[in-house]
RNA sequence: GGCCCCGUCGUCUAGAGGCCUAGGACGCCGCCCUCUCAAGGCGGUAGCGUGGGUUCAAAUCCCAUCGGGGCUACCA
């Protein structure tokens, strides 16, 4: 048989990283087995799903590339993958397990069992409800026909055990002394993520379950349900979580954890993928990087690690940085304008995007984040009239300042052709005839042309800025400065 | 509290009794390169939670202990 693997979000929440992390692994997994990768709903908790969230899972799904093969948006053969759109298979799956014995209504209200288990943590036993506190089976039916409200409980064999061999961990074994009868139905209907979950399980014939380890004990729940359903328990894989610098579960007070975040933030896709599938797992052979395709192939199961894994967002922005590197320079051309635009605050022209396109070699290697490149390029297109403050103080307003400036000047009036190489050389030769270091006589010419102190190399920025407006400004740097 | 999971450099990990005076990557530090900033090259810093065993030999096996995490909802 294929695997069949599914990532089933509750829409109650933007696309996490942690999230993400699980949909690769299934992604990963399903592309390495040449299984069925599918997308679901589980869209149980009404109150708190919404259609902005699931529309945010899909669409930040779509840009790390983790491509489905059934489910949301594009759906398949078996129907729906929304688990509001099945609530009536779940009910009739909820009725089939009361009729055979193995769930029944329940009565019990929340004082009642909040006793219960007070009482029962008392006398040293196990918490775990029972349904002891439920009406003789005769008064069931009356009951309910009088109107009163009733959950449907899943009847936990007592006493007994519940054992399976969980891919990541190992053999895990849970008493049943320790499981609730778990709701399956609520009062008003609905069903809860044990029951949806678990029929869409079976109805979908998942193969392997792979989630978080969040999930573990409520493992048994699911098997024993499958079982009473007479389905096949699948293979169950839990990961472990991913924690932030503090070793406490990811979540908001670490920053950021919504995959929209770090999009907008200038990461690209693939280096979100390459960072998280090390997060608890190694490619091998010493191996950092990886494209999908290599991770496709390498990837197992059995070689994840159990320990859970603190985000690190400085080796994500380092890892961010090599993708960048390795992009051709269209591509990057092509995502990185608009940020220009946007910095700039106007439209490339054709020749303001020729202009752009010498300077680009020169910006790639120097971000790491896509946005860095808007304060790399402005000057190309931006007036120079105000200076850093720092670098007026430091470069300009000093004795070098107007000697190298006046320097450059000289140097630059009539220099033909209008070259990075002649450049190199005519500033050099400027340097030794003043007395001038490099750095001394170059800084002040950086901030002029550029307005500060960091900018892409001098020599090529003077060529990619025309003769004309780099003198421009160079003059009026120097004005200034009388 | 109960049940369960986890415990190798600050972080992600390699390591499945001798190959480990513990390897790689990020970070950090230094040097080189150098017109700034990066990139790159070279080098360095730093770890087997603790205590007992078992063994000729333990990061690797056993026990205990400590620490962290998850679950314990009519959330998922």
Redesign the pocket.
């Given at each position: 048989m294929t695997p069949r693997v599914r990532f089933?979000?509750?829409p109650?929440g933007y696309l996490h990283v942690g999230a993400a992390r699980t949909a690769l692994y299934n992604y990963l997994f399903a592309r390495h087995s040449g299984g069925t990768f599918i997308l679901r709903s589980?869209d149980?908790?009404e109150a708190?799903g919404t259609d902005e969230f699931q529309e945010d899972i899909l669409e930040h799904l779509r840009w790390l590339g983790l491509e489905w093969d059934e489910g949301l948006a594009i759906g398949g053969p078996l129907g729906s993958y929304r688990q509001s759109d099945r609530y009536d298979r779940y009910r009739e799956v909820a009725q089939d397990l009361v009729e055979r014995g193995s769930a029944y209504y329940s009565f019990a209200?929340?004082e009642q069992?909040d006793a219960f288990?007070r009482e029962a943590?008392e006398a040293g036993a196990?918490?775990a409800y029972d349904g002891s506190l439920e009406p003789p089976a005769a008064e069931v039916a009356d009951r309910l026909a009088a109107g009163e409200?009733a959950?449907v409980r899943f009847k936990v064999p007592r006493p007994g055990a519940t054992e399976f061999a969980d891919v990541v961990?190992?053999d895990?074994?849970?008493?049943h002394a320790?499981v609730?009868d778990f709701?399956i139905l609520?009062?008003?209907g609905t069903p809860?993520?044990?029951l949806a979950?678990t029929v869409d399980d079976v109805d979908y014939d998942i193969t392997h379950v792979i989630r978080g380890?969040?999930?573990?004990?409520?493992t048994p729940k699911h098997i024993l349900l499958t079982q009473a359903m007479g389905g096949d328990p699948a293979t169950y894989a839990h990961l472990?979580?991913l924690?932030g610098?503090d070793?406490?579960?990811l979540s908001k007070r670490h920053g950021d954890t919504a995959m929209a975040a770090y999009r907008e933030a200038g990461y690209l896709p693939e280096a979100m993928n390459n960072y998280l599938a090390?997060?608890?797992w190694?490619i091998g052979d010493?191996e950092?990087i990886a494209s999908l395709d290599e991770m496709i192939d390498r990837f197992e199961l059995t070689?994840v690690?159990?320990?859970?894994?603190?985000f690190?967002p400085?080796?994500l922005?380092?890892m961010n940085?090599?993708y960048i590197?390795e992009m051709n320079d269209d591509e990057f051309i092509a995502v990185t304008v608009p940020l220009v635009e946007d910095a700039v605050g106007r439209t490339l022209s054709d020749e303001d995007r020729a202009r752009y396109a010498l300077l680009v070699p020169l910006v790639k290697?120097?971000?790491k984040l896509l946005p860095e490149v808007a304060s790399q390029a402005r000057f190309l297109f931006v007036d120079i009239d105000e200076y850093d403050e720092k670098a007026w103080s430091k470069v300009m307003a000093v004795d070098e300042g107007p000697i190298a400036l006046d320097g450059a000047i000289a140097a630059l009036e009539n220099l033909d052709p209008w070259t990075t190489e002649a450049i190199?050389t005519a500033l050099r030769a400027m340097l030794e005839e003043r007395e001038l270091s490099?750095?001394k006589g170059?800084?002040p010419i950086?901030v002029a042309i550029s307005g500060s102190?960091?900018?892409?190399?001098?020599?090529?920025s003077l060529e990619i800025l025309g003769r004309d407006e780099a003198l421009a400004r160079i003059r009026r740097a120097r004005a200034a400065l009388s």
């Open positions: 089933a979000p509750s109650t589980d149980t908790d708190r209200t929340a069992l288990k943590r196990s918490p409200k959950v961990r190992g895990m074994r849970f008493d320790q609730d709701i609520r009062s008003n809860t993520y044990h979950s380890e969040d999930l573990l004990s409520s472990s979580l924690m610098p070793g406490k579960k090390l997060l608890g190694n010493d950092t070689t690690s159990r320990n859970p894994a603190v690190d400085k080796k922005e380092w940085g090599v590197r290697e120097r971000t190199d490099a750095r170059f800084q950086r102190m960091v900018s892409p190399p001098l020599f090529e």
